[in-house]
């Protein structure tokens, strides 16, 4: 199912045929040996995968995908469309370009193999540095995203793979 909500704005729908732009960031940044990538596939779906380590006090992974769109003024709420494989995954958002800056949040858990459609109010994003939650920041402001992405961490280690058709906004 592909509901559409009237006010939905596509910002990637991974069956088209643009470029997208990404980066990957795993805990090798701080020594860790875990591994990501993102692909898209040949039918139309964007596939986060990798293996997570705890070796080396490492435990993280993560993609950050700059969307075409990006100005997101009087958006109350991102919708995904995703298949997990039953692990916990966090959809991130940054509203700089730096490196290391804030990443605001929100947690999501997946099923093993079943499709699902998300919505994720900005409301209840978290704003963190390197995993610690920030208490003096402000909210998410939808006029200021720069990059979404996901990230998976918290003790999972092993194989991991979220599978991702579409990524909206809305103002529902």
Same mark, same amino acid.
């Given at each position: 199912?592909?509901?559409?909500?009237?006010?939905?704005?596509?910002?990637?729908?991974?069956?088209?045929?643009?470029?997208?732009?990404?980066?990957?960031?795993? !805990?090798? +940044?701080?020594? =860790? *040996?875990?591994?990501?990538?993102?692909?898209? $596939?040949?039918? @139309?779906?964007?596939?986060?995968?990798?293996?997570?380590?705890?070796?080396?006090?490492?435990?993280?992974?993560?993609?950050?995908?700059?969307?075409?769109?990006?100005?997101?003024?009087?958006?109350?709420?991102?919708?995904?469309?995703?298949?997990?494989?039953?692990?916990?995954?966090?959809?991130?958002?940054?509203? !700089?370009? +730096?490196?290391? =800056? *804030?990443?605001?949040?929100?947690?999501?858990? $997946?099923?093993? @193999?079943?499709?699902?459609?998300?919505?994720?109010?900005?409301?209840?994003?978290?704003?963190?540095?390197?995993?610690?939650?920030?208490?003096?920041?402000?909210?998410?402001?939808?006029?200021?995203?720069?990059?979404?992405?996901?990230?998976?961490?918290?003790?999972?280690?092993?194989?991991?793979?979220?599978?991702?058709?579409?990524?909206?906004?809305?103002?529902?």
């Amino acid at each position: 199912m592909n509901s559409q909500f009237p006010d939905d704005k596509i910002i990637f729908n991974f069956k088209s045929p643009d470029p997208v732009v990404s980066q990957i960031v795993n !805990d090798g +940044v701080m020594g =860790g *040996v875990s591994r990501s990538r993102f692909d898209i $596939t040949g039918h @139309g779906t964007g596939i986060f995968q990798g293996e997570l380590s705890l070796a080396n006090n490492g435990g993280f992974a993560s993609v950050r995908l700059r969307p075409p769109m990006r100005d997101l003024t009087g958006d109350r709420a991102f919708r995904l469309r995703i298949r997990g494989d039953g692990h916990n995954y966090k959809f991130t958002a940054r509203t !700089d370009n +730096v490196f290391d =800056g *804030v990443n605001y949040r929100s947690v999501f858990a $997946t099923k093993v @193999g079943v499709w699902e459609e998300l919505c994720l109010p900005l409301a209840q994003f978290e704003p963190t540095w390197r995993g610690r939650i920030l208490t003096d920041m402000p909210a998410l402001d939808p006029a200021r995203i720069e990059t979404l992405g996901f990230l998976i961490s918290n003790q999972q280690a092993g194989g991991f793979q979220l599978e991702v058709e579409w990524i909206k906004s809305t103002a529902w």
